[in-house]
């Protein structure tokens, strides 16, 4: 079993940051995947950005630019540095975790509005 805690969601206006941090422990894999989805009101899950712990990353055409991913091994942990953000990017952001299974953490809301 892998437990996901996220941390960092909240309120901001158009154009400002938050910072998303997920810490993993329990049965970890040394070759992993971890990232963020999120989830609108009314729409899929979808992909935010996901990181290997080779450091290979994979962004959602729609963050790319202004969305970084990383993560640190020592620690199995994984952040997401949100900046420029818009109001389309308000939504639930779940943690993920894929080793021998997938998991997921309980999401963390972030909402961008003036």
């Known amino acids: 079993q892998v437990q996901l805690v996220e941390s960092g969601g909240g309120l901001v206006q158009p154009g400002g940051s938050l910072r998303l941090s997920c810490a993993a422990s329990?049965?970890?894999?040394?070759?992993?995947?971890m990232g963020w989805f999120r989830q609108a009101p009314g729409k899929q899950r979808e992909l935010v950005a996901v990181i290997s712990s080779e450091g290979m990353t994979n962004y959602a055409d729609s963050v790319k630019g202004r969305f970084t991913i990383s993560r640190d091994n020592t620690k199995n942990t994984v952040n997401l540095q949100m900046n420029s953000l818009k109001p389309e990017d308000t939504a639930v952001y779940y943690c993920t975790y894929r080793g021998s299974k997938n998991y997921w953490g309980q999401g963390t809301q972030v909402t961008v509005s003036s």
């Open positions: 329990g049965s970890i894999f040394s070759i992993n995947i």
